[in-house]
């Protein structure tokens, strides 16, 4: 059973391809994170976690959300993080949850996507390198499911002493002060249709008056500005000029399909005639 959470749809994208490659079947927790809801998940086969990386780990929330709920069935636990480059101590924790879970850990291994933070300080990918991005990260799927499916472990990076001594303090002093609400606010263009209420993990958006309105509950996971249907949402003057992420605006570079990839040149000269 592949288990995930998803802002703006990488690790969704990545969390149904391993589902159709291992012929598992996928659960997006979203809304049971939403409503607390800790009801025991029953799998045959192993459990597979997938998660976005914010700020060098799994999403806190999610990991909390992990370690809560009861896994039962299968005793063989894998977890796949993806990030924009820097998975940070995820394995390390990851590990921890497992053990926590009494669960037999089978590796962890690390996927990059594009980066959907637009309104960090990094400048936005250009559209090769999110091409580049998601063709490697098809052929690492391929990888990953071959090794689930032979019941295999994965081979998961060695996390250094100095990455958690510097990660374990940072994270949550730059969750407090940096990933807040206040900046983001909604356009005339917004319809008051709440899906930026519906997709946000914490709860964190009521609409009022036909508009949204932003709490001090925060994670900065881009899941509201990402998938408002009518590009209503911004953050300060950032957005403006960097924009968005979802995956679905990308998708298209996988071609018609996307199990089968095909690599920037074969994949340019193909649509190109
Ligand atoms: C709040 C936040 C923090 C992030 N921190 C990191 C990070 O520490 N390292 C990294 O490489 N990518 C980081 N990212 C990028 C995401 O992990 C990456 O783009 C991921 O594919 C998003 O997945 P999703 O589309 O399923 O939400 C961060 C993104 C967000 C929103
Ligand atoms: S998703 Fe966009 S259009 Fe819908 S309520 Fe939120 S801001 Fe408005
Ligand atoms: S309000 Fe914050 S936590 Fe909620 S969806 Fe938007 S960015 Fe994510």
């Not at 592949?2 to 990545?14: C, D, Q, R």
């Not at 005793?75 to 949850?97: E, H, M, P, T």
């Not at 730059?174 to 356009?187: G, L």
């Amino acid at each position: 059973m592949i288990l995930y959470f998803s802002a703006t749809g990488n690790t969704e994208f990545l969390a149904t391809e391993l589902a159709k490659k291992t012929g598992d079947q996928c659960l997006n927790l979203l809304e049971r994170i939403k409503n607390k809801d800790y009801s025991e998940i029953y799998s045959e086969k192993p459990f597979v976690i997938c998660a976005p990386v914010y700020v060098c780990e799994m999403p806190r929330f999610f990991s909390d959300y992990i370690k809560k709920v009861p896994l039962k069935g299968c005793r063989d636990i894998y977890f796949i993080v993806n990030s924009a480059g820097y998975g940070g101590i995820s394995g390390y924790l990851a590990k921890k949850a497992a053990r926590h879970k009494k669960l037999r850990f089978m590796g962890y291994n690390e996927i990059v996507m594009p980066r959907n933070y637009f309104i960090s300080h990094y400048p936005v990918q250009t559209k090769d390198e999110i091409r580049e991005r998601l063709v490697n990260a098809c052929e690492k799927v391929n990888e990953i499911a071959d090794k689930i499916k032979k019941g295999e472990k994965l081979q998961s990076r060695y996390i250094f002493l100095f990455e958690k001594i510097i990660t374990i303090p940072f994270n949550p002093v730059w969750s407090k002060y940096k990933m807040t609400a206040k900046a983001f606010y909604a356009a005339d263009s917004c319809i008051g249709c709440g899906k930026c209420a519906r997709v946000c993990p914490l709860n964190n958006i009521i609409i009022k008056d036909k508009k949204p309105v932003w709490g001090d509950k925060c994670t900065h996971c881009m899941a509201c500005i990402g998938n408002c249907p009518k590009d209503a949402i911004f953050y300060g003057n950032v957005t403006s000029e960097k924009g968005k992420y979802n995956f679905r605006d990308y998708k298209y570079m996988l071609g018609d399909n996307q199990s089968a990839p095909v690599k920037n040149k074969e994949y340019q000269r193909r649509k190109n005639g």
